[in-house]
C-alpha cells in the first residue's frame, strides 16, 4: 500500500469519528434547528468516508472515483461546520478539509 | 428463501424507506429541537435496517441474531416516533412495529 | 419525490438484492477461483446500491453525483456476471445494468 | 469518553482493516475455494465493526447491543481465519479475537 493510500485511509478514519462525534453533539445543542445542515452532512459525510476507508482497506478498483465523491462530501461539510462556534463544529470543519485534501491527493 | 425471511427483507426496506424519509423532514420542521430523539433514532434505524436486509440477501450466519437487534432497535425508534403527529412520523412509527414483528419471527 | 427518483430506488434496491444473492451463491460454486471477480464486485456494486438507494431517500444534496458512481459499479459488475452462465450472475448482469441505466436518468 | 469505548473503537478499527485485507488477498489466492468460508465471515465482520464503531462514535443507544453481536461475529471470523496459514489469515484471527474481547468488555 502506498503512502497516499496510507494518509488517505487514516484521514477518513479521524473525518468519520469527527462528523460521528459532531452529528451526537448537535442534537444535544441548545439550538438544534441551527445545527440541522450540520446534522445532515455529518451524517453523509460519515457514510462516505466509511465507504471510502474501506475500499481502500479492500483494494476497489473504484477507489480513486469513491474518493473524489468522498472529497467534495468533505468539503461541503467542513464549509457547514466552520460557520459554527461549537468546539465540535470547528474540529470537524478541520477533519473534513484535512481528509477533502487526501482524497483528492489519493483520486488524482 | 423462506416466507418469514422473504416478509422480513421487505419489512426491513419499508422501514429503511420510512426512516430515510422521517429523517429527512424532521430536519425541516419548524422545531427541530423536539425533533432530535428521531433524528437520532432515525438513523440507528436505517443502518440496522440496511444490515439485517442485507445479512438476509447474502444469506448470512448471522442472521438471525442481527434481526433480534433490528427489533429492539424498531421498536425503539417505532415508540418515539409515535409520539409525535407529523405524517412522517406516524408512518414511520408504523413501519417500525411491522418491522420490529417480521423480524422477531425471523429470528425465532 | 419525482418519477426518476422513485424508479431509481426501485433499480437499486433489485441490483442490491441480486449482488447480495449472487455473492451468496458464487461462494458455493465448485470452481470460486473463477468467481472471484464477481465475489469482489457483488460487494462492490451492493455498497453503493445501499448508499444511492439511502441518499435518494434522505435528500442527500450529494445524490446525483452518488447515483453517477453508482452507474459506473454497477455497469462494471454487470460486465463481470454477464460472462458466466450460472443464473444468478446472468440475473446479477440483468439488474446491474436496469440500475446503471436508472442512475444515469437520475444523474442527469 | 471512557476508557472501554476508547479501546473498543481502536479494536473495531484494526478488526475492520484486517477483515478487508483478508477479504482482498483470500480472493487472489490460488486455492480461492478453500478460502469461501475466510471470505464470506471477513465482509460479515467488517460490516458489523463499522457499525459498532460508528455506533459508539455517535454515543448510540444501542452501543452496548451492537458490541455485543459484534463480539459472536468477531469470534466465528477469527475461528474461520487462524484455520489457514496465510499471514492476512492469521493476522485477521488476532484481530479479530481482540476485538471480540474489547466488545464483550464494553457491553458488559
Do not use: W, Y
Not at 462556534?85 to 483528492?104: G, I, M, P, T, V
Request: hydrophobic fraction near 35%; charged fraction near 25%.
Amino acid at each position: 500500500m502506498n503512502q497516499n493510500v496510507h494518509d488517505c485511509i487514516q484521514a477518513c478514519l479521524e473525518c468519520l469519528d469527527a462528523c460521528n462525534t459532531c452529528f451526537n453533539q448537535c442534537l444535544q445543542e441548545e439550538d438544534v434547528k441551527m445545527m440541522a445542515g450540520c446534522i445532515r452532512l455529518d451524517r453523509e459525510c460519515a457514510d462516505i468516508c466509511a465507504l471510502a476507508m474501506q475500499s481502500m482497506q479492500r483494494n476497489s478498483p473504484f477507489m480513486a472515483q469513491i474518493c473524489a465523491l468522498c472529497a467534495d462530501i468533505c468539503e461541503a461539510c467542513g464549509n457547514e461546520c466552520k460557520q459554527h462556534d461549537h468546539d465540535h463544529c470547528q474540529k470537524c470543519a478541520e477533519a473534513c478539509f484535512k481528509c477533502a485534501e487526501a482524497c483528492r491527493k489519493m483520486a488524482a
